[in-house]
């Protein structure tokens, strides 16, 4: 009888209980969250867990404000250089005529990607310059919201994402980059969301290559050169799957073919222009400078040894760079549990060790400048490693991420002792300003003068949209008397037609540091090579030309003047 009730008692119990295990589960759990928070300080409730990264939402607009108010200052300067030169004309034309074909400047080979968005762009907001560099910054923080998931894909850590971020932003080429509209910084976004899908995490088979695929094909519509890292990539896939399984060889292949999609849109861009210009890469003077003419072996090893500075030195690099090979030297740090701390993954760091090598070796034979921007996805990789060897290694490893950011900020207002290009940090902002004063004083005091100059200021007296004048232009391009720079040979030339020109805007064409006791390279070899030249000072153009300075201002290694000449016979417009 008792068994029996108890029987009886027991089977409603059973039958219920797989319905009521849920609700009963929420219930355990809710109560243990509720005993957890009484016992728990007001602070430490806030604070949320340091493993637990936060969501890419949350993300962007805090590295979008970040980025938006280190870079106020720098928002309505007009365009510098490349910019004025190529991508802002090429945008402009797409923007007023429709053309993917740039109309008012050189045909190049660059893929059209950054004119649509630019004129996108213009078309909701304006055609202004805060425009442009707003749109820009916005490419930008896309590709630091890229390096917070790579860091936290390979290392997990949410820490070493936020110091991988900061330091990438905070690096001097990024930091100037982030408002340039070069089409450096769209591809280098793109292609670091690609490698977020291709690089392996310590999961195995954890990568998503169809979005890596559509992410590099992305990059490779912004410029052309992004198809060199899938290209590494594809290179890396079939030498590590040769000689392997025929599973692994398989996947190999799928990978290297995933990779390889970049290529198609790219084809596809080269042969419309092949249609419209008869031409697959751009104009014969175009290929020439960044390409026939770099394929000189004394050229590629002085080149390449420019790469590696770049890379692993330039712009205080070296700080992380050595402080990750003095932390090598020590043992890993261990966890309270004894247990060694998360790294990036071998298969990972050799995929890193292939993109940076191949874009290295690439970058010196294409390009006929050697200019850092070409480089830009490549930094946060390294920085990346240099992080993770920190936390790895050190135990107080933040105060080297510290060190490492205070030398980005003392290069990014501080020149280094040797020739760069300008827009490597802020001094591009003090050229812009430069050139700003100095042409608003030749406007003011000879408007109707034929004026001597060279590129880009030829361009910036003549081209309301560049920023510098206000439309109407103050002169037509038949008022300006152009040199290629302001060496003693065109300065000769110039003298040998004193009529052609009654004022004259000269400028520093080349950054002029402090001599250092020793080159990287012959002076021969960089004059050759490298498109080293010494203009004459502002003093001895004057002499040369028989003219009067009227107006001249010098900001360290870069100066600006205006030469007056007065001559019996003023030159004829």
């Not at 040979?489 to 540091?513: C, D, H, M, R, Y």
């Not at 007065?566 to 030159?571: L, P």
């Amino acid at each position: 009888m008792t068994h029996s009730s108890a029987s009886q008692s027991n089977e409603p119990k059973h039958a219920s209980e797989p319905a009521l295990r849920p609700i009963l589960s929420a219930f355990s759990r809710l109560r243990r969250l509720l005993t957890l928070r009484r016992n728990t300080p007001q602070l430490l409730r806030l604070a949320p867990s340091p493993n637990v990264p936060m969501p890419l939402w949350m993300i962007f607009p805090v590295i979008f404000a970040a980025l938006y108010l280190t870079h106020w200052s720098l928002l309505r300067l007009p365009y510098y250089w490349d910019e004025a030169g190529y991508y802002i004309p090429a945008a402009w034309d797409f923007f007023r005529t429709g053309s993917l074909i740039p109309v008012t400047t050189a045909v190049s080979a660059h893929p059209p990607l950054e004119s649509i968005y630019l004129a996108l762009w213009w078309r909701v907001c304006g055609f202004y310059p805060f425009v442009t560099r707003e749109a820009v910054l916005i490419v930008a923080s896309v590709g630091l919201l890229a390096v917070w998931r790579l860091a936290i894909r390979l290392n997990g850590n949410p820490l070493v994402a936020f110091w991988t971020v900061l330091l990438t932003g905070l690096y001097p080429i990024w930091f100037a980059q982030s408002t340039l509209a070069h089409a450096d910084i769209f591809a280098a976004s793109a292609t670091l969301w690609a490698l977020v899908y291709a690089l392996p995490d310590q999961r195995p088979g954890n990568r998503q290559i169809w979005l890596a695929a559509l992410w590099f094909s992305i990059a490779a519509l912004a410029k052309e050169t992004a198809v060199i890292t899938p290209m590494a990539l594809v290179a890396f896939e079939l030498t590590s799957g040769f000689r392997k399984t025929k599973a692994i060889r398989r996947h190999s292949y799928l990978l290297a073919a995933a990779y390889s999609f970049c290529l198609l849109p790219l084809a596809a861009w080269f042969v419309y222009m092949h249609v419209r210009t008869g031409t697959y890469l751009g104009a014969p003077g175009f290929i020439s400078y960044n390409a026939t003419n770099t394929l000189t072996p004394l050229r590629f090893f002085a080149a390449f040894g420019h790469r590696l500075l770049h890379l692993f030195a330039h712009m205080n690099m070296f700080v992380p760079v050595l402080c990750t090979i003095a932390a090598m030297l020590l043992d890993p740090v261990r966890d309270q549990n004894g247990n060694l701390l998360v790294r990036i993954s071998f298969p990972a760091q050799a995929r890193i060790c292939a993109v940076l090598l191949a874009n290295a070796l690439a970058f010196s034979v294409l390009g006929g400048a050697l200019l850092t921007r070409y480089l830009l996805p490549l930094y946060p990789l390294i920085l990346l490693v240099a992080v993770s060897t920190f936390h790895r290694r050190v135990r107080y490893w933040q105060l080297l991420a510290v060190f490492s950011a205070a030398a980005f900020l003392v290069a990014l207002f501080i020149d280094p002792p040797y020739g760069f290009a300008p827009e490597d940090n802020l001094a591009y902002a003090r050229v812009v300003r430069l050139h700003q004063r100095a042409i608003h004083e030749l406007v003011a005091r000879y408007p109707g003068s034929t004026v001597l100059t060279a590129w880009p200021v030829s361009d910036e007296l003549t081209r309301p949209e560049l920023g510098y004048v206000k439309a109407p232009a103050p002169f037509t391009p038949s008022d300006i008397a152009r040199l290629e720079d302001f060496t003693a040979a065109q300065i000769n030339k110039a003298a040998q037609n004193p009529g052609e020109f009654s004022t004259a805007l000269v400028f520093s064409t080349k950054n002029e540091p402090a001599s250092l006791p020793f080159h990287l390279n012959s002076p021969a070899v960089e004059t050759e090579y490298f498109g080293l030249h010494r203009d004459l000072t502002p003093v001895e153009i004057a002499k040369q030309l028989e003219g009067d300075i009227v107006w001249r201002q010098s900001d360290g290694a870069e100066w600006a003047a205006v030469i007056r000449f007065h001559r019996a016979v003023e030159a004829q417009r």
